[in-house]
């Protein structure tokens, strides 16, 4: 069973930065991808950022390119989000998300609030 720990979520004035991070542990065989999602309140789950294991390549919302940045330790199965130039509406709850392709369902974190405000 793989399980994802975050970390890394607070409150922040806006223009300030934070990095969130992401461990997974247990029985991990493979992982087709990792990333980030958000969810504001009254709004839908939506993807921040990700990373394609095979390729190596990220993708990023719109509204964070250029602020946000994320990264992965392969070594330790973890995930990170630099953010960046934060704003009142990157407020919002972020789950950490890994893919383990061929099929699977993915799996999430508990979620850690970034609350950014003056």
């Known amino acids: 069973q793989v399980q994802l720990v975050e970390s890394g979520g607070g409150l922040v004035q806006p223009g300030g930065s934070l990095r969130l991070s992401c461990a997974a542990s247990?029985?991990?065989?493979?992982?087709?991808?990792m990333g980030w999602y958000r969810q504001a309140p009254g709004k839908e789950r939506e993807l921040v950022a990700n990373?394609?294991?095979?390729?190596?390549?990220?993708n990023y919302a719109d509204s964070v390119k250029g602020r946000f940045t994320i990264s992965r330790d392969n070594a330790k199965n973890t995930v990170y989000l630099q953010m960046n130039s934060l704003k009142p509406e990157d407020t919002a709850v972020y789950y950490c998300n890994l893919d383990p392709g061929y099929g699977y369902l993915d799996i999430w974190g508990q979620g850690t609030l970034v609350t950014v405000s003056s």
């Open positions: 247990g029985s991990i065989s493979s992982i087709a991808a």
């Open positions: 990373i394609i294991s095979r390729r190596g390549s990220t």
